[in-house]
């Protein structure tokens, strides 16, 4: 089993930044890719920022230039830098990790439970 723990949500006025870190553990033989998805209510969760194994990234057009993605491989841990934030940034941010469990297993995909992020105007 694979868990995701993220940490690093909170309250923050419009034009501050906050960190947000997802560690995976468990039963993890290589990661593919590490992302981060958001859901603000009423609305379908999308996409925020993902990062490949080859370090490859890629951004929601929202995000673009406010929000850098990067990863600790040794730490098995992705981090999203948020700045510049904004009302509408407003979500409860998701951390995913598409990965191999094992050696020759399919890829499997995994969710965190969440963390909240509120930026007040």
């Known amino acids: 089993q694979v868990q995701l723990v993220e940490s690093g949500g909170g309250l923050v006025q419009a034009g501050g930044s906050l960190r947000l870190s997802c560690a995976a553990s468990?039963?993890?033989?290589?990661?593919?890719?590490m992302g981060w998805y958001r859901q603000a209510p009423g609305k379908q969760r999308e996409l925020v920022a993902y990062?490949?194994?080859?370090?490859?990234?890629n951004y929601a057009d929202s995000v673009q230039g406010r929000f850098t993605i990067s990863k600790d491989n040794a730490k098995n841990t992705v981090y999203l830098q948020m700045n510049s934030l904004k009302p509408e940034d407003t979500a409860v941010y998701y951390c995913n990790a598409d990965l191999f469990n094992r050696l020759g297993a399919r890829s499997a995909n995994y969710w965190g439970k969440g963390t909240l992020v509120t930026v007040s105007s």
């Open positions: 990062i490949t194994s080859g370090s490859s990234t």
């Open positions: 468990g039963s993890i033989f290589s990661i593919n890719a």
